[in-house]
């Protein structure tokens, strides 16, 4: 007897499965014949089956009864009627129950090149039901399974084998087989624990000769039916809500709108100014003004914040694409060896720019403040930042808790569902701004713990920056302190818990951010991200010393300056790639060495270019940067990064087939992200970030004169980070 060799048993046997309960059969009567055309020339052979059932395609017969024998093992009667019924039909080649077998999975393709998804059609299988004349309570039901496969050792130390590819990584950055994921109709009467233990069954027969250790697995939430939607109270808070907000809008807009027609002045009142704070039409033309004349030119910053937050939004839609369904995964094994891939790799550093951002403007605005001689109430300052960050922020909180999971569907859906529960279960750490140390197995929007990050600082930074007002050696001395601080924890932290030096994007990591270990160990504290917004706060004084003393700046400095600054931000960006490749086995020394380095520099080099920019040494990096359609960008950065999470969850989980990985369709991709991600803002923005801008004007303590006044001068920022 022939030697049957292990691989070609897994083939065979996945086959034979289909990952599925559903197959065909034919029988042993049926006959094949051969038959040559007229033209022997062409060489041309036609094959025809002939069936004496008349009826039967010869697909699996024996298959069919090994099902058989499998669904007569279910404990659910309703489950296993309906399957046997199912059976019976596509013997017969009864359209709806063939309608199963053809929405599923079938035999794997490209495995070795790294196509883990055999998703079928989910479509296809929640569409069937009585308009395809199926028996009365039949209907499809989707199911995304995955397999788990070990290869015992026996078959990995074979050389020139297909098994390198399969079982547990040598290395890290290896894109191995350990699980296949398949896409299942099944009835819907069959619950996921009757389709894992059939399908556990069919796979123990087919595998019986293997040492192959096969884990069929049903995930909870990942089975998909139709049904009607239900709604709780919840639900329906949340749509009073958006509905009120949306008359707010047509009411606001209609009233502002009716005035102009009228060619009259808008009434003084605190309804009429409540009303025109809703009014798209205004908020519209402050979304697009030109900016205050302040002391200080701060308009570079407009570009910056644009340019970080599209490759912050690069980054995000790459992760979660690496960590769906795709056809050549290997693509992104490689990809993250080459240094030009370095800025969407090392992501990270653009968020830090907008922390260090942020400790830039609130050194800058307190102390010039305070250098006028006006008081500040930082209790009151930390009410107003929270009334104008929150509104926005709780609004898309509450969309996850609540619409999203209605809004869509996909074979991958489960994980919008996940989200939900996580919302629910930790919303109220978020709005408090607490939830990047607190609930943090239960994250709700991956992104989120930015916001906890900034706002924690903001706190802090009085502490720092108003000791440099009163006691200015004093507070020189804290800030060093403080800012050195910030830089040896991460380096100490890393070394000591043997970190990574830092996010790094394997693909198999990447499925879900929230139980990502070094993700929720080190990423999102904000111990581990203070560096950048201490050196925020660094620059911040610096440039207030310049402005008070009328310091001017030599070439010499400023050449200098540019330098230093290229090298540092080339240098902190692009080093990456050692890890990943030639430093893939970096040791912890060296992972704690780039953990606190890499954002010194690029806070450095970041920093520069404020700098020169604010002190008139920006040459064409300021042009570019002072680019009016930044300046209107820029207002929506903060709305951009709230809705940038439902844009990528919500792609991935709706992806119906997997995709071909390379430059050009990433890069359709991302594009497409940033345009659905930037409209998403300004609906969000107009709907609540900007009325909540002029509410807080009209009816906060300082607000009624100061409402007056921009009514006059409607060139007010939109953008609530920097405020």
């Known amino acids: 007897m022939p ?18 309960i559903v197959f065909a059969g034919a029988k042993d009567e049926s006959i094949w014949k051969t038959q040559r055309s007229g033209k022997e020339i062409d060489a041309q052979v036609e094959l025809v089956y002939e069936n004496d059932s ?82 009365l309570g039949v209907n499809g039901q989707y199911c995304l399974g995955e397999v788990g496969i070990g290869v015992p050792d026996l078959y990995r130390n074979r050389n020139g084998t297909i098994w390198k590819d399969f079982g547990p990584p040598l290395e890290r950055s290896d894109v191995v087989v350990t699980k296949l994921y398949w896409g299942i109709c099944v009835p819907a009467a069959c619950e996921p624990q009757d389709v894992e233990d059939v399908v556990r069954s069919v796979l123990a027969v087919a595998f019986s000769g293997s040492r192959l250790k096969l884990t069929p697995r049903i995930p909870e939430g990942s089975c998909y039916k139709r049904t009607s939607e239900s709604y709780n109270n919840l639900d329906i808070a949340y749509t009073w809500l958006i509905f009120s907000l949306i008359f707010l809008l047509f009411a ?56 970080a937050m599209l490759i912050i939004i690069t980054g995000h839609s790459l992760i979660f694409i690496i960590s769906g369904p795709v056809l050549n995964l290997k693509f992104w094994q490689v990809a993250v060896t080459k240094v030009e891939n370095a800025v969407f790799l090392n992501n990270p550093l653009l968020v830090d720019t907008f ?9 800058s605005l307190v102390l010039n403040q305070l250098n006028k001689g006006y008081s500040i109430n930082f209790l009151f300052v930390y009410l107003l930042r929270y009334i104008r960050l929150t509104p926005a922020y709780f609004v898309v909180v509450g969309f996850y808790m609540t619409w999203f999971s209605k809004l869509g569907s996909g074979p991958m859906w489960s994980r919008v569902y996940l989200e939900q529960e996580r919302c629910l279960a930790s919303w109220w750490s978020n709005i408090l701004y607490i939830n990047n140390y607190v609930k943090t197995d239960q994250l709700c929007m991956f992104q989120s713990w930015y916001l906890s990050v900034d706002t924690q600082l903001f706190v802090l930074a009085p502490l720092v920056i108003y000791p440099l007002h009163k006691w200015r050696k004093v507070g020189e001395f804290i800030l060093a302190a403080v ?6 924890i991460p380096f100490v932290i890393t070394l000591t818990h043997n970190l990574d030096p830092t996010l790094l994007v394997y693909s198999d990591e990447m499925s879900d951010l929230s139980t990502n270990y070094f993700f929720i160990t080190s990423y999102v504290k904000t111990h581990m991200r203070a560096c950048s917004y201490c050196f925020g706060l660094v620059f911040g004084y610096v440039v207030h010393r310049i402005r008070l003393s009328d310091y001017k700046l030599s070439s010499t400095t400023v050449t200098i300056g540019w330098l ?29 060495l780039y953990a606190s380095l890499h954002r010194v520099f690029w806070s450095l080099g970041t920093g520069w270019v404020i700098l020169a920019c604010v002190t008139k040494n920006g040459g064409v990096a300021a042009k570019i940067l002072q680019w009016r359609p930044f300046l209107l960008l820029s207002r929506l950065t903060y709305c951009a990064y709230l809705m940038n ?39 969000l923005s107009m709907t609540c970030e900007s009325p909540i801008l002029r509410l807080e004007k009209l009816f906060l303590p300082r607000g009624r004169q100061k409402a007056n006044t921009d009514r006059k001068n409607e060139s007010q920022d939109t953008n609530t980070t920097d405020a």
């Open 3 to 20: 030697t049957v060799r292990p691989w070609t048993v897994i083939i065979v046997g996945l086959t034979v499965s289909h990952f599925s």
């Open 54 to 135: 008349g009826s039967m395609l010869p697909l699996l017969s024996r298959d069919l009864t090994l099902l058989g024998q499998a669904v007569d093992m279910i404990s659910n009667d309703a489950c296993k009627d309906q399957c046997k019924s199912m059976m019976a039909g596509i013997h017969n080649l009864t359209l709806w129950a063939v309608k199963f077998y053809d929405a599923s999975g079938k035999f794997p393709e490209g495995v070795l090149g790294g196509s883990l998804y055999q998703l079928g059609n989910f479509d296809e299988c929640l569409q069937i039901g009585p308009l395809d004349d199926a028996p």
């Open 252 to 307: 606001g807009t209609a009233f502002h709108l009716t005035y102009l027609i009228r060619k009259k002045n808008i009434p003084e009142g605190m309804l009429p100014e409540a009303l025109m704070g809703f009014s798209v039409i205004l908020n519209m033309r402050k979304l697009n003004s030109s900016p205050k004349m302040e002391e200080i030119d701060l308009s570079c910053i407009s570009g910056i914040k644009v340019i």
């Open 355 to 363: 922390l260090l951002l942020s400790g830039f403007l609130i050194t």
């Open 483 to 488: 800012t050195a601080v910030s830089v040896i």
């Open 564 to 592: 230093f600054a290229s090298l540092s931000l080339i240098g902190s960006m692009f080093t990456i790639v050692i890890f990943y490749g030639p430093l893939k086995n970096f040791k912890p020394v060296e992972a704690a």
């Open 645 to 683: 999470g439902v844009v990528v969850l919500g792609n991935v989980a709706s992806t119906r087939s997997p995709q071909y990985l390379d430059f050009v369709a990433l890069c359709q991709q991302c594009a497409a992200h940033w345009v659905v991600t930037f409209v998403g803002a300004l609906v």
